[in-house]
């Protein structure tokens, strides 16, 4: 399972990488990326899948905010896609 959702983030996002294993909380896998921004700096975003097969669905969400290493990114992406899972689950 893990395997399969790092494959479709890298082949559908080919300038990100995933830099955090991913996490599960409810039915929800959330999984943060960066790459390289401009001056050094690092970009995030987060994958948050749920669902299998014809019934996935995957939201990336992209931050408009930089970082100074992979590690800040990947930690601040993962933080908000946490957050966006217990929102969600709280809904339901």
């Not at 995030?44 to 299998?52: E, H, K, L, N």
Request: proline share 4%; hydrophobic share 40%; net charge positive.
């Amino acid at each position: 399972m893990v395997g399969e959702l790092q494959k479709t983030l890298i082949l559908n996002v080919p300038f990100y990488s995933v830099t955090t294993t991913p996490i599960t909380i409810g039915k929800y896998r959330i999984a943060a990326c960066t790459s390289p921004s401009s001056k050094g700096r690092f970009a995030a975003q987060v994958s948050i899948a749920s669902g299998r097969g014809s019934a996935s669905t995957d939201r990336v969400m992209r931050f408009t905010d930089d970082f100074s290493s992979p590690d800040a990114a990947a930690q601040y992406a993962l933080a908000q896609g946490v957050d966006w899972a217990h929102a969600a689950l709280r809904t339901q």
